[in-house]
Each structure stands twice: as structure tokens, then as C-alpha cells.
């Protein structure tokens, strides 16, 4: 099992995100949050009932009014090692920017993927990643 976090300020692609997730494991637990300050202070602190023993997927917007996705990125590379190994991160973007230059200085960032999130996607992600995750 792998957990999911979802951070979008937009609540129509937390929705779709939500749904298409459960749709590929309808047992996933799926957390969303539409304030990244939020979302970086759960990390730090621990989810609660969530399982932190579990890999997490986190799926990242980068425009964002109150805090960008890569101002996000720069506090969370600031977290402790033991927080950050339980983390894959994908951008989730609508943006048409190029991430090759960001992709350099975010080296832990797993992959970007364009919005809206995708079945296919997360077929990718469990086939390409799942391997490894389970001798995390």
C-alpha cells in the first residue's frame, strides 16, 4: 500500500486527483490540501492515523497564490533525512514551463506530469516505482 498526498490550491484537480487515485486503489488513503503551508507543517509534524511507515506519493502544483511549488520544495529539502526518504514527489502542472533547468536543482523530485492527473500515470508510477518502495 502507498499513501498519497495531493497539495493544489484548486479544488477541481484535488477532486479529479482524489478520484482518479481511487480509482486505481479504491483502499488508498489520499490526503489533499489547497494551502502548501499547511501541508508542509502536517509533514513536519506527522500525519496522525496515516501511516508513515508506508511510502508516501506526493503530487505538487506549482502555481500556487500563497506559496509557489518550488517555494515548497525549498522548505521541504530542509526537512530531516527520515521525513524526506518516505516521499516521492511529482510536479502535477498545468504550466507549459519548462522543468529541465528546476529539474537540476530539485534532484529529489521524482517526475513532472501534466494535469489533470491520469490512470496511466499512476499504472507508470506503481510499475516503475512499487519495486523499490517495497524495500524501503
Known sequence: MINFVIVDDDNTSLLIGKFTIHKFNNEAK?????????????IAKGFGDYNEDIQTILFLDINMPTMTGWDFLDVFNNFHFKIKKR???????????DFEKKAIKYPFVTGYLSKPLKLNYLQDIYSSQVPNLINY
Open 87 to 97: 516521499f516521492l514527489i511529482y510536479i502535477l502542472s498545468s504550466s507549459i514551463e
Open 30 to 42: 489520499v490526503i489533499t490540501f489547497t494551502e502548501p503551508e499547511i501541508a508542509l507543517d502536517k
